[in-house]
């Protein structure tokens, strides 16, 4: 949404609580994040809001420009959309959280293999001195903030290449306020992980 350039209201719901979750049902009719309310439509899945605002703003870079680029990008926004169970189930998203290093298993090994080249041969393509996966941020790059963030709160060491993809993307502007929002809550998961 910050890319488009258009007005609009982000709403924090704590979703690992009960009131959360019940205000989460009354908005997602999936009851997941995120979810796009645009008048009477709602759009509730990552992907599908995506292309939604990439039809609704198709001059502001949400996909790359070359039909090759945007293919190569769609897969990778797939890729992370459903793939990358382990590292997702085994670095949970926590932006305050802050090392000590996390181990990872074998599973999560060969995730982070794939995905570190998946970056690498995204970049390499872009040409060099590129930050982003295709030289300007797109939506693949809004696609690994969260996975970026993931790496940084558990202290994962990472290729020099892989470090310098997750730094740019950590120092992008909106992904910055997006990361003090986070820090600024007030609530926890303590109390959910309490009770399971």
Partial sequence: ?????????????????????FALAERSPSRMVPVLHHGDLVVWDS?????YLAELFPDVGLWPSAPGDR?????????????FPGLRAGLPMDIR???????????????LRRLLALWGELRERAGPNNP??????CAADAFFAPMAARFRSYAIALSDAGQAYVDSVLAWPPVMEWCEAARAETWTTDAVERTK
């Fill in 1 to 21: 949404m910050r890319q488009t350039g258009a007005d609009f209201v982000e709403e924090t719901v704590p979703v690992h609580t009960l009131p959360g979750q």
């Fill in 47 to 51: 992907l599908a809001i995506v292309e």
């Fill in 71 to 83: 293919a190569r990008a769609r897969s990778a926004c797939a890729e992370m959309h459903s793939g």
């Fill in 97 to 111: 959280k802050s090392g000590p290093p996390q181990q990872l298993d074998k599973a999560m090994r060969t995730e």
């Fill in 132 to 137: 982003f996966l295709f030289g300007a941020w």
